[in-house]
């Protein structure tokens, strides 16, 4: 019976074999190639290292992304970090080294240097596993290739790095004209009255020369004082940026990437109504760049303490009968109080506690600059809308 | 070249340093001047018309140095201006001399620059009134004119000869001349020459 049994198990079993490798064809082929198939399209790629003997396993992906041949690949530690960027060799076996120690999971940015001399960022991400005796046994981790999100970031840093140059150089600009504009009033003060008492002693019977002299002398410094201011504002109007024809829904668009995490920092959603297509405009965009970011980071600062129901800020575009295109800023704060109305857009005028007041009075330069004009109004239920008409460019210029 | 009597130097400036130094500036050369702290003082008051001339800064708060101009052409004040600019204000100037304004300057000032830009203005505005009479009053009698006549006037000012006009619109050339003399008329103008710059003036502020 026993003997009976063994025997038909032993039959049995190629049987039981074929059968399992069948099974382990029909469900894990399928389940394998959706996972080849989901790592291409993501650019993840997977991969296990054994720390004792640095062997090393790829997913298909992972070749991908390091441009590796699979026949090629010496398949260890070493032949990885030979691709490496030789910059981060050091940093990146650091890394590892430390999360193996401390048995900690691992996530890094590193370069990669392609053969032909690319360079791609990837993102590891690694897990430590344990054996029995807390010793790691295995580190499984995925590779991403994050180049292109790195280099958008790039270029919205070097973004945000002009915009707020150009914003410091039209604050500085603003100030020094506001200034000599200031000085020039009383300068101007001095010289007539050296004028006109030069004026007067030359009509006296018996005018003292030395008086004379003097006077003269404050007449012609007084003079100098001008020219000198008269120059400075010169220089500063020089700073003005190119113009050329531009979409202004772009020049919206872009600011508000640069102005959406400050609202969303707030719990205040962006809604965008742009007219589209929009009659082109002859314009600076870094400048125009600049008056929206600055007009919906004014808008999040006065909705601090709006309603739920309420907490948006809408920007919109469109073309008006006479030929312009107009922006308007739309938000549900706290609203203008109208002593401020009057004197919105003068230098050194603030409702905030830490403003300089330059803000707006910078805006409105740019706005004028462009042949434009702006002006606040309240909005409904609360808040304020500014909005701003700007020509639109004749067509044929270049 | 001293100005004629009763001729004032009207200085607008919001700066009071400023409009009491320009003051005190005319007056040490002769010239009688007054100060209005803005366009909307000097406006209001009795002195807009009289004879002499302004003196305003172009960039001044509240309404601005051009839409005082605007304002003085609207009523037919023809005062004759002179436009202080700062450094690169020459599109506000270029609009100011549209406007009417005789003269612009820039600051920082030359004070002889200055004396002479004012004295030329009060003489432009001497030579106005000899030849308008009281030439404020012009514009409201400009309204008594038939539109035939404007047609005439116009032409007339354009350099056309009387033949020619006769002939375009259809009537003698004695019926022309009776029309000009009738706006010469109306209008109280003594000269051709001087109803030719009025014209110009008046088509220049409308």
Same mark, same amino acid.
């Given at each position: 019976m026993h003997g009976e049994f063994r025997t038909a198990q032993e039959r049995i079993a190629p049987h039981m074999c074929e059968l399992e490798e069948q099974v382990g064809r029909a469900t894990i082929g399928p389940v394998e190639a959706r996972l080849r198939e989901a790592q291409r399209i993501a650019q993840i790629g997977d991969w296990e290292l054994e720390p004792k003997s640095h062997r090393l396993s790829w997913s298909d992906e992972v070749y991908r992304i390091c441009e590796v041949d699979r026949r090629t690949f010496g398949g260890t530690y070493d032949d990885f970090l030979r691709i490496v960027h030789p910059d981060d060799r050091e940093d990146i076996h650091a890394k590892l080294s430390t999360a193996i120690r401390a048995r900690t999971p691992l996530v890094t940015v590193h370069r990669l240097l392609i053969a032909d001399g690319r360079v791609k960022f990837v993102q590891e991400r690694a897990e430590m596993l344990l054996r029995e005796d807390g010793k790691v046994r295995l580190i499984r981790g995925t590779v991403q290739d994050v180049t292109e999100r790195r280099h958008v970031e790039d270029r919205m840093q070097k973004n945000l790095a002009v915009l707020a140059r150009a914003g410091r150089i039209n604050t500085l600009g603003e100030m020094a004209t506001t200034i000599a504009h200031e000085l020039n009033q009383p300068l101007m003060a001095i010289g007539n009255y050296a004028g006109g008492a030069i004026q007067r002693l030359r009509r006296a019977k018996d005018p003292d020369p030395v008086l004379l002299q003097a006077l003269e002398r404050i007449a012609q410094i007084t003079q100098r004082s001008g020219d000198i201011i008269s120059s400075i504002r010169g220089f500063v109007g020089k700073h003005a940026t190119e113009k050329k024809r531009l979409e202004l829904n772009t020049v919206i668009r872009d600011s508000l990437f640069l102005a959406r995490p400050e609202a969303r920092r707030n719990n205040l959603v962006i809604q965008e109504v742009l007219q589209d297509p929009l009659p082109l405009v002859q314009g600076a965009s870094v400048n125009l760049q600049q008056v929206i970011v600055n007009l919906v980071l004014n808008a999040v600062e006065a909705s =601090?303490? %709006?309603?739920a129901e309420l907490r948006e800020i809408r920007v919109a575009t469109a073309s008006t009968p006479d030929g312009q295109v107009e922006i308007a800023v739309a938000d549900h704060g706290s609203g203008l109080p109208s002593e401020v109305v009057a004197h919105l857009f003068q230098p050194f005028m603030t409702t905030k506690v830490e403003g300089v007041g330059m803000g707006l009075s910078i805006v409105r330069t740019i706005v004028e600059d462009h042949q434009g004009r702006i002006w606040a109004r309240p909005n409904q239920p609360r808040g304020t809308v500014f909005r701003i008409r700007l020509p639109a460019a004749a067509t044929g210029q270049a | 070249m001293s100005p004629a009597p009763g001729q004032t130097v009207y200085v607008v400036d919001d700066d009071k340093d400023v409009r009491e130094s320009l003051c005190w500036l005319f007056d040490s050369v002769g010239l009688a001047a007054e100060a209005f702290e803005t366009a909307e003082a000097f406006l209001s008051?009795?002195? %807009? =018309?009289?004879p002499g001339c302004l003196v305003l800064d172009?960039? *001044?708060? =509240? *309404?601005g140095g051009l839409a005082l101009l605007e304002r003085l052409a609207e009523r037919g004040v023809l005062t004759p201006v002179v436009v202080i600019t700062g450094h690169g204000d020459v599109p506000m100037a270029v609009k100011a001399l549209h406007l009417g304004a005789v003269n612009f300057i820039q600051k920082p000032l030359n004070h002889e620059d200055l004396f002479e830009r004012v004295r030329n203005a009060l003489a432009r505005d001497r030579e106005l009134r000899e030849s308008l009479g009281d030439y404020p009053g012009i514009f409201e009698r400009w309204k008594q004119l038939t539109p035939r006549e404007e047609e005439v006037l116009h032409r007339l000012v354009a350099g056309q000869a009387n033949k020619v006009i006769a002939a375009e619109l259809a009537i003698s050339t004695r019926t022309v001349e009776t029309h000009r003399a009738r706006i010469m008329d109306k209008l109280q103008i003594r000269s051709f020459a001087s109803l030719v710059q009025l014209t110009l003036l008046k088509e220049r502020q409308s």
């Open positions: =601090g303490d %709006t309603p | 008051s009795e002195h %807009t =018309g009289l172009v960039r *001044m708060p =509240g *309404m």
